[in-house]
């Protein structure tokens, strides 16, 4: 039985299951390059590489996000497109469900169906999820935040959720912040506030940034401090909404009126950005951190699994684990953007569909394509050679402080390089972030991550009782005595976004990171993202050799075919 699931919206994408099992999972953005890409259309034909037929098809994503709205079928343009990849590929019985009002609980069904746990409660946090109804006639807001109780096959009970209600829209209907207390219900909660996420969003917009790069304030915020000059970020437990205003009713943004937020002055420091930075990423962490605790004590269940956009912040989740209860099992799901609600549609379907309570506890998220190998030499340009080489090579290399980057085997899901689309440098260069910053054209305020053996984590960074960290998803404290021996993936604050590794989980690059260690002592190598400030993660061979082309990068390491192509630049790019 062929399932698949579609994510419309931002970081849209395409699932697919074969008998429950994830076959394939991606991200439009690898193959259109456009970051954050809302349209699946080339990630659905490429399911056709993987399958001659499909049984089901499950769409979640905000359900107005529909490039010409519906047609005079009761089908959208994405249903349509399946439906005519050819005459059979779609089975007799082919079935559709439209999960465009269930977005958090599709964020809660890729976490809960992947964590492993036979039950759990899954907490979700995004910026704005699915609308919601009072009744069939009383559009409320939009979800902010949920909570659910998750059992097999496909139980997932609201224990309670938080309605974010945009009062400004709805002055035509005489409705006040009283009248949000007879929508209000013993499970659903319904104000006017603004959810953790989506003040992100704004602050990274006011800062210049695309609204979803809310990484980029997490790395600034290291660098602030405490000001006392400026306004309330949290106010009574809410987002304080004297600061946080809908200006423009169908565009929420930052009230700039308060005399100290003026960053968008030509002469704004630096230092008053990373000042409200910091406090926004401490107080919101603060926040949350309450929160889950208080479910945990609240469900006293065992079992937390965290998912939506607002748990890909690792410097917060690396909060979470302090304090956690020994006996309290937590797991965040590697793919919490919206990227993640197509594996939640599928896998639900699925499971609700055959009653089916296997658990299949997730080992990899390398979902994508296979690279394609053919005619390399016939792409390379006339400074271009490749050669035969073997890890010792590419080592040499990187000790003698070239970046590498290292190409191989299926491409991972989410937003982390994990090895198979990756740039390498030797993390022992105090001058390494600029280096790395240069080839990728970024800004020099970002942290940076590290791959360590999974045998040696515990010697250079505090776990915090974590067996692993495969996922990248937590910026752990490097030990004190270890900090000067890695300065190029050290930040500022002493922390350093880690992914454990063991040889199962990826041969060459556990190889590469095991030579390293043996002829350094530092287990560990600089793991950077393989692509250029703005652009997606690089997908094909052609993408990787364009990064390769539009930059300092001068060599790509492709261990599948034991070869590596040298860019000779005589002009280097500033």
Known sequence: MINVGISRGHNSSVALLEDGDIVFHIENERFSRIKYDQFPFTALFKIKDFTDYIDNLSIAGLNEVTPAGEYWTQHDIYTIFVLNLNKSFCRKGFGIQDLGLDHHKMHASCAFYNSGFKEAICIVKDGAGSEYYFDDDNFCGREISSVFSC???????????HVGFLLSLYIDANLT?????????????IDDTISPAEVFEFTSENFGFHPLDAGKIMGMATYGKEDSSLPLIYKDGKINKNLFIYINPEKPDLNLDHQSLTWREPTTDFQDKANFAFALQKVSQENVKKYIYDIIDKTKCKNICLSGGFFLNCVANYEYLDGLPEDVNLYIDPISS???TSIGAAKFIWHSNHGDTTIRKQNTIYYGPEPDYNNVKNKLNKNESISKVNYKDVISLILKRNPVALYQGRSEAGPRALGNRS???DPRDKDGKDVVNRIKKREWFRPFAGTVLHERANEWFDMRGLEESPYMLYALNVRKE???EIPAI??????????????SQNLHFYNLIKLFYEQTGVPILFNTSFNLAGDPIVETLDDALYALRNSNLDYLYLPEIKSMIHASKENKFE
């Open 482 to 484: 270890k900090i000067n």
């Open 177 to 189: 912040t009283q009248d949000l207390d007879r929508f209000s219900t013993e499970k659903v909660k």
């Open 423 to 425: 740039i390498l440098y």
């Open 338 to 340: 919206d990227a993640g």
């Open 490 to 503: 050290t930040h500022v604050d002493d922390t350093c976004r880690v992914q454990t590794l063991k040889q």
């Open 151 to 161: 059992k097999y096959p496909a139980d997932f009970e609201v224990i309670e959720k």
